[in-house]
């Protein structure tokens, strides 16, 4: 099975700019969860996707939105984008509801530089 | 407060030693508990869980962990360690991660 794909896999963008990243699942699972990784901050979780429906939203401002497709592909967007937005954002996919319950399926991030 | 406290930042062993990384969690019951390691410019790789049952958990890679209730440590361990071990290591309940532990191996 193909593991979990993330595009782009690097992104510059200007502050104030908008962003759309892009998650594909592996191929059967239904959950989609956003991590966002920064060397301060560490690991923290965005949301959870399941059957297009958010189930879970982590302490993150209205400016990070995200969506889910019937095909269970996910897109994560961040507006208004501010130079601490810079981070590597990791989507994560698992077969079951709960992405904490399940274990969950990495893909390789996106690097994201606000300049 | 639901948190996951890993003390060790950075540790440093030899290769072909044994190797121990701490986790802690704080929640009100038992949480459902990972252990995740991260390559340079890579995603995480899911190590072992622990969800209930035997609390000595065994993994890939020759990784194991102790569910230790009375502690509320979930610690990972590895009887000789290879170079290929270097890495960050996360420990997680739920949907809440570690600060990670950078382990260098030493030739």
């Known amino acids: 099975k193909a593991g979990v794909t993330q595009t782009p896999r690097y992104l510059i963008k200007t502050r104030g700019q908008q962003v759309t990243l892009s998650c594909s699942p592996i191929?059967?699972?239904?959950?989609v969860s956003w991590y966002q990784q920064t060397p301060g901050q560490g690991l923290q979780f965005l949301f959870e996707y399941f059957s297009e429906t958010q189930r879970n939203k982590g302490n993150f401002p209205g400016r990070f939105s995200g969506r889910q497709f019937s095909n269970s592909r996910s897109e994560m967007n961040v507006s208004t984008l501010e130079l601490g937005d810079s981070a590597l954002y990791l989507c994560a996919s698992s077969s079951q509801g709960l992405a904490g319950v399940d274990e969950q399926y990495f893909g390789p991030g996106t690097r994201l530089t606000v300049t | 407060a639901q948190s996951v406290t890993q003390p060790d930042i950075h540790i440093t062993v030899s290769e072909g030693a044994s190797l121990e990384l701490r986790c802690n969690y704080s929640y009100g019951a038992t949480p459902y508990l990972f252990w995740y390691v991260q390559s340079p410019g890579q995603g995480l790789q899911l190590l072992l869980k622990?969800?209930?049952?035997?609390?000595l958990v065994q993994g890939i890679k020759g990784f194991e962990a102790e569910f230790k209730r009375s502690q509320s440590s979930f610690n990972l361990r590895k009887p000789s360690v290879h170079w290929s071990d270097a890495a960050e290591y996360f420990c997680?309940?739920?949907?809440?991660f570690g600060a990670g532990t950078r382990l260098t191996v030493k030739p």
């Open positions: 997680a309940a739920i949907r809440r």
């Open positions: 622990y969800f209930s049952g035997d609390t």
């Open positions: 191929s059967g699972h239904r959950s």
